[in-house]
């Protein structure tokens, strides 16, 4: 196809969960291909000459929203970045609308929806990713953190804005509801965008309902950059492990009391605001922080079993998929997206969402049973890479995506 302008859009511009880690992928890949590509962030951008691809990294050099001490400022910044809206306008000046896409993969931390209004304002073709819910539902996950549980209310409803729903407090719900409206009257989400990018079947299912007349919505799973090598020798470790953001949605207590239960070795892949509740529950678990994607592999190798706990939706379970393609079998929520990815009982077990008895249920199955553990991770690796989820398979599809995307160019 012919070399394209490509803006990708991320509230971070490095890895700190799916989201951020399938942009710059997917951003690498295309600049591999040809494409002129920017990523703009708002948060931790390296410097243009720190990327060995070619992608050109701009940052706004602001602050995650939650963690701005200034909270007048993270309020304004997150209802309507007028920085990071100025900025993109400034990238996109000079292109041709006719061969520029802007790629949409978060917003919500940090650049807000100003940067949707702004590209469609010149003109520009947005493509989104729906790594999650936000387009629709005011805390983007369809979940009621207050009764931890699903949430199964319709979006910005009356009884949608009375349920005190938010994590934090009822104000900070009201704040989501404000940021809500403005995202959809004036910026634009979802409404003024055309084509949209499904992670999976299940979310898209959840989300169709939502999205404008006439939206042309795409299945593109998200990359697994894995090195294909023998199985994981998961009979021979010890460690049940959780990949990702440490929280209470995504049931990281939960999984820390079901591994207090056992007795057994827990590891924590990453970090989150619950990473000191998780160690005051479990004493013996082991929290890792933040690392580089291929130590994320390193760690998934020592895996005896995934855990995905998740009390809500997801869309996907980029993890369960990697874990799959080292041959390590899961334990996932049979509430999330992630019970796609596995065949239960043959690549993995589920669990009754939040069940913390069921947990233990599926752990203790797994713990004691080395010969089933090997089967499991051997089936697992082998129905990954039989067809399996590369880069290259990705960025060919996103290509496909921006042709179609381009030529209904409104």
């Not at 939206?215 to 959780?242: C, K, L």
Request: proline letters at 4%; one cysteine or more; a positive charge.
């Amino acid at each position: 196809m012919k070399k394209l302008h490509l803006v990708v859009l991320s509230d971070f511009g490095y890895v700190n969960g799916g989201n951020a880690a399938v942009a710059l992928a997917s951003a690498r890949g295309l600049a591999r291909r040809g494409h002129a590509v920017t990523l703009l962030s708002a948060v931790g951008a390296t410097t243009p000459s720190d990327d060995p691809d070619g992608v050109r990294l701009v940052s706004t050099d602001q602050q995650e929203i939650l963690t701005d001490s200034n909270r007048m400022r993270a309020i304004l910044q997150g209802t309507w970045n007028v920085t990071a809206a100025r900025m993109l306008r400034a990238l996109l000046r000079d292109l041709d609308p006719a061969c520029t896409v802007v790629h949409l993969h978060s917003w919500t931390q940090a650049l807000s929806s100003s940067v949707v209004r702004a590209a469609l304002a010149v003109g520009v073709r947005v493509v989104y990713t729906m790594h999650d819910y936000f387009s629709l539902c005011p805390n983007g996950t369809f979940f009621n953190h207050q009764q931890n549980e699903i949430c199964r209310l319709r979006p910005m409803s009356l009884s949608c804005i009375a349920s005190h729903c938010d994590k934090r407090s009822y104000s900070h719900k009201l704040w989501r509801i404000l940021r809500q409206a403005v995202q959809a009257h004036r910026g634009g989400i979802p409404n003024r965008i055309l084509d949209f990018i499904a992670v999976s079947p299940f979310s898209h299912a959840i989300l169709a309902p939502g999205l404008p007349a006439g939206a042309r919505v795409y299945h593109v799973p998200s990359p697994i950059e894995v090195s294909r090598d023998v199985p994981a020798r998961v009979a021979a470790n010890r460690a049940f492990v959780m990949v990702g953001k440490i929280t209470q949605g995504k049931g990281a207590i939960v999984f820390a009391k079901a591994a207090r239960a056992l007795g057994c070795d827990a590891l924590f892949v990453g970090d989150g605001p619950c990473a000191q509740e998780v160690v005051q529950v479990y004493p013996r678990a082991r929290v890792t922080g933040w690392v580089s994607r291929e130590k994320v592999t390193e760690y998934l190798k020592t895996a005896r079993v995934l855990v995905f706990p998740s009390l809500w939706y997801e869309t996907e379970g980029l993890s369960v998929i990697e874990a799959a393609a080292l041959g390590v079998p899961a334990i996932v929520s049979g509430t999330s997206a992630a019970r796609m990815s596995i065949a239960d009982g043959v690549t993995g077990l589920c669990f009754a969402g939040a069940d913390e008895a069921d947990l233990i249920r599926a752990m203790r199955t797994l713990s004691a049973d080395d010969a089933l553990v090997g089967a499991m991770g051997q089936a697992a690796h082998q129905r990954y890479w039989e067809n399996p989820r590369t880069l290259d398979r990705h960025v060919s599809e996103l290509e496909a995506v921006y042709e179609q995307a381009l030529r209904g160019r409104i």
